[in-house]
């Protein structure tokens, strides 16, 4: 008897807490998704903007503010400094800097995926993976072992962690 009441307890919170989680698995994977795509154009856009620096920097001064990824001087003259993200006036001291982004509610999911113990998204992010570890070992209650579904369920189980741990380690 015990053992169908602890089944039954695992069956009520893995319900419940699917629930409450559906909405952040949604979100989750997209995000995720979005990711394998972070090194590509897909669904960013051209973005320029304007930055007022000091003035007279030269072109290695120039890139440890500004602190762009892939900076590399183009062209580095009396006037101006030319690099791969734009241009910088020497006199006036404004550099304009074009680069890809994604849409700020895009950016915001990014943001949310690779979240570190800096963010206070990470508390969401620990959550999220306790709570698919949850799923995981609860969904071995929902059936009662004796029955072919509980072992077929193993069969799947077993082979979807090969198939992880293949992936992972080839």
């Known amino acids: 008897m015990t053992s169908l009441k602890t089944a039954n307890t695992f069956r009520k919170y893995h319900r419940l807490l699917g629930f409450f989680l559906a909405g952040i698995m949604a979100i989750y994977a997209s995000s995720g998704v979005l990711m394998i795509f972070r090194t590509t154009d897909f669904l960013k856009y051209e973005q320029t903007s304007e930055r007022h620096l000091e003035s007279n920097l030269g072109g290695s001064q120039l890139g440890k503010i500004l602190r762009l990824k892939d900076y590399k ?70 059936f009662v072992p004796r029955l072919s579904t509980y072992r077929t369920g193993l069969k799947f189980a077993a082979a979807g962690m090969v198939l992880a741990l293949i992936v992972v380690l080839f």
């Open 73 to 142: 001087v183009l062209e580095d003259t009396d006037t101006q400094v030319v690099f791969s993200q734009g241009n910088y006036d020497k006199n006036s001291g404004v550099a304009m800097v074009s680069g890809k982004d994604y849409h700020p509610v895009l950016q915001k999911l990014v943001k949310m995926h690779k979240a570190t113990v800096n963010s206070p998204l990470y508390f969401l992010n620990i959550f999220f993976g306790a709570s698919l570890l949850f799923f995981a070992i609860s969904s071995f209650f929902m």
